[in-house]
């Protein structure tokens, strides 16, 4: 619980994150032995599955330089922009195909998406019932947009706004 409300508190501070497993020189390795307690960080941490996880020993050096180069990868992450053209081009098609659900029979069309100038990324979208789009198509748009651009430990923040 306690790891979570770390992951809250970075998430709205707008922070990127990159886990490091220390003391990785004193564990029993096996064959998936990474790959299994990554799945179990990974589980601990549910809401927040785009974060990158780097298995270290401060003692034998083993990936110290690995966890630069994450961090750096996040940072980077976080300062990308995409052009609002390419943008559109790659998310309108995937809203038009599976568009925000209809609420007290009136349908929300979203016209144009643009990310937002800032120090973190952030995207606007414009559509006619802002108000009307809920969490989970909210949390559907941010899947995509990381799914399509790599924004990998960086937060992302979506907002609606009226056209």
């Given at each position: 619980?306690?790891?979570?409300?770390?992951?809250?508190?970075?998430?709205?501070n707008?922070?990127?994150?990159?886990?490091?497993?220390?003391?990785w020189?004193?564990?029993?390795?096996?064959?998936?032995?990474?790959?299994?307690?990554e799945?179990?960080?990974?589980?601990?941490?549910?809401?927040?599955?785009?974060?990158?996880?780097v298995?270290?020993?401060?003692?034998?050096?083993?990936?110290?330089?690995?966890?630069?180069?994450?961090?750096?990868?996040?940072?980077?992450?976080?300062?990308?922009?995409?052009?609002?053209?390419?943008?559109?081009?790659?998310?309108?098609?995937?809203?038009?195909?599976?568009?925000?659900?209809?609420?007290?029979?009136?349908?929300?069309?979203?016209?144009f998406?643009?990310?937002?100038?800032?120090?973190?990324?952030?995207?606007?979208?414009?559509?006619?019932?802002?108000?009307?789009?809920?969490?989970?198509?909210?949390?559907?748009?941010?899947?995509?947009?990381?799914?399509?651009?790599?924004?990998?430990?960086?937060?992302?923040?979506?907002?609606?706004?009226?056209?």
């Amino acid at each position: 619980a306690q790891v979570v409300n770390i992951f809250w508190l970075a998430a709205r501070n707008n922070k990127g994150i990159v886990i490091l497993v220390n003391k990785w020189d004193l564990v029993d390795k096996k064959t998936n032995t990474i790959k299994l307690i990554e799945e179990q960080i990974r589980k601990e941490i549910e809401p927040f599955v785009d974060v990158p996880i780097v298995f270290i020993s401060s003692l034998t050096k083993q990936r110290i330089f690995k966890a630069i180069e994450t961090a750096m990868l996040v940072y980077k992450n976080r300062k990308q922009n995409i052009i609002t053209r390419k943008f559109n081009n790659s998310l309108l098609p995937i809203i038009n195909k599976n568009p925000p659900p209809a609420y007290k029979g009136k349908y929300v069309k979203i016209k144009f998406c643009t990310q937002l100038p800032s120090s973190y990324p952030q995207f606007a979208f414009f559509c006619n019932l802002p108000q009307y789009i809920k969490d989970p198509y909210k949390r559907f748009l941010e899947n995509k947009i990381r799914e399509i651009y790599d924004f990998t430990g960086a937060p992302i923040r979506i907002f609606f706004r009226k056209k």
